[in-house]
């Protein structure tokens, strides 16, 4: 979802969002994200930017980074941390879906220089992945979810 | 979830849940993943003896094994294609609860032994990373969700 109509969502819809992400299955119960909530109209022209991916964060008026804290993950291991990460960001985008909001992925981690600059904007620590950037806000039309189920993916009982 | 009553589920079943995992977001919509279902009970077998923390795969009577193919991601991305198929994963443990059914992510990668162990018993190729075995099945009980809501993790406009 990529067009919004300008208007913010509620403090209570980002509340339910983040409830959602939460309950994101972590490796070994050690829930290692953490959420930066993006509101504020500067932060998030700073962010449209510099940002290729996110020229909607204006329209959309809330932004959410999903950073990945491996230090408070199992066995401090990265991997683990991305994957934890990955699972919150999906029920963010799918609890965001269900409330008829639109929401995005726009990618932040791998690329060095893009963790670097947000990192930088939002004043997250050196050792935090900023994972990525979820804009969240009223679409200007429901779209239709499309069909991406291809039997070609799937295996019985071991690979081809 | 754990605990599995022992009637396998449906091969109609097995269809909605991997319906729901190519529903997932793919990076530049180039979607990286293959699933291998498992339902032969002596593979199960084989891959219950081999797993430690897939012991209930026997009882569950069916794993999806999550794989990544780098190849077919955008840029080959290592990255972008574990994070997909993490995606992919969260939308089959969510479908499995809509439907009253049993799922739990047990970790293949990144343990280099255990995924080697996995790749010789599915036939998988060297290239391709097999994520996770989801045992998926009938519950015992039916479980509540845990709240896992944490304030802490949420931060409004810059970290800290």
Known sequence: MRNYAGTPISKDEVD????AAMAAPAAVNMPPWKFIVVTDKTVLKKLADGLPFAKMLL???TGIVVCAAPEEAALGSKEFTLLDCACASEN???AAESFDLGAVWTAIYPNKEVMDFVRNELNIPQQVIPLNLIPV???VA???AKDKYQPKNIYWNKWA
């Open 16 to 19: 339910k969002l983040l409830h």
């Open 92 to 94: 963010i985008l799918l």
């Open 59 to 61: 329209a959309a008026g």
């Open 137 to 139: 806000g009223h679409p």
């Open 142 to 144: 429901q779209e239709k």
